[in-house]
C-alpha cells in the first residue's frame, strides 16, 4: 500500500497546562482517505477522538474536519472543534475573516471566534465556538426513577429534571446537588448496568452530570461525563456536553450569569476549563463554548 507524509499536531484541549485538558490528533490534508482508513487511524491513535481536516465543499468554510472516535464518527464534537481550529492557526493559517473560523462538519458549518490571543499559549489565549441547536427531551417518571436509583448515593436535583439533548452528540443531562455529589457515585456493577441501559434507551451516548460549586470555588459548575455506549470510559472534558448544558440552562431559564465557567476532569487528575458565554437571553443568540488550547506533539504522520 503506498503511503505519504501529511502534518500532524496532538492538542490538549480546555486548558493552556499541557496534560490537564483533552488531548485530540489532528491529520492536516487528508482528502483521499477513506473513512474506513480514518477510523482505522483513530482506532490507533486511541484518543477519545481524532480529527482529519480537508478543503471545506461550502465556499463559506474555512475548512472541513472530519471527527472519529476509537469506534464511531461523530457529526459533530467540541474538543475536536476547538482544537482543530487551533492546530490550523498554529500551523500558520490565515482566516477568510479575521478573528473568526467556519469548520464545516457533519451537522453543517459551525462558527468559531477568537478570545484574546489564539495561539493557545498560557497567557489565556483561546477560541470558542457557537454551540449547534440542541433538541431537548425529558424523561418520563418512570425513568428518572431508575436513574436516580443508578447514580445513588449521589443525589439528584429535580429542580432541574433531566434531560436528553442531542446537538449532533447526544447527552443526558442530570443536575446534581452539588459538585462533591459529582463524585458521590462510583458506577459499577448492576448500578452502572442500569445506567447504560438507560442511556441506550433515550438514544444518548452517556450521561453528563453536574453540580454547582459554592461561591468563590474554582468554576460555576462541576462536570463529569462517563459514556455507557461503544465506549465505555469517562471523557476528560467535553465542549459538546457544555453546549448542551448551556443549552439547556438557557431553555429554563436556569443561567447562573451571562458568562460561568465548568471545571471537568477533576476525576481522572485533569484539570479542563470550559468558559461559557450568553450573546443575549434569546432563544435564537448564540452560546459561546470556549477554552485554550495548546500543541503537546508537532511533527508529522504517514498516512
Known sequence: MSSRTVQFKQVDVFTAVPFKGNPLAVIFDAEGLT???????????????????????????DYRVRIFTTAVELPFAGHPTLGSAHALIDAGYTPKTPGRLVQECGVGLV??????????????????????????????????????AALAPAVIDFSSPPAALDNGVPWLVVRVKDAAQCFATSLQGAARESLAALVAEVGTHGIAMYGPHEA????????????????????????????????????????PGQRFTV??????????????????????????????????IDGTFRI
Open 263 to 296: 471545571r471537568q476532569g477533576t476525576a481522572l487528575g485533569r484539570d479542563g476549563r470550559v468558559s461559557i458565554e450568553y450573546d443575549d437571553a434569546a432563544d435564537g443568540a448564540p452560546i459561546w463554548i470556549g477554552g485554550a488550547s495548546v500543541t503537546v
Open 111 to 148: 462558527e468559531l471566534a477568537q478570545r484574546g490571543d489564539a495561539n493557545g499559549d498560557a497567557d489565556g489565549g483561546e477560541w470558542a465556538f457557537a454551540a449547534p441547536p440542541a433538541t431537548i427531551a425529558p424523561l418520563s417518571d418512570a425513568q428518572c426513577e431508575r436513574l436516580a
Open 216 to 255: 468563590g470555588g474554582p468554576a460555576t459548575f462541576e462536570l463529569r461525563v462517563i459514556l455507557l455506549g461503544a465506549e465505555n470510559i469517562e471523557d476528560p472534558v467535553t465542549g459538546s456536553a457544555n453546549a448542551a448544558l448551556a443549552t439547556l440552562l438557557r431553555a429554563r431559564d436556569q443561567r
Open 35 to 61: 473513512a474506513e482508513r480514518m477510523q482505522e487511524i483513530a482506532r490507533w491513535t486511541n484518543l477519545s477522538e481524532t480529527a482529519f481536516l480537508l478543503p471545506p465543499t461550502d465556499p463559506r468554510a
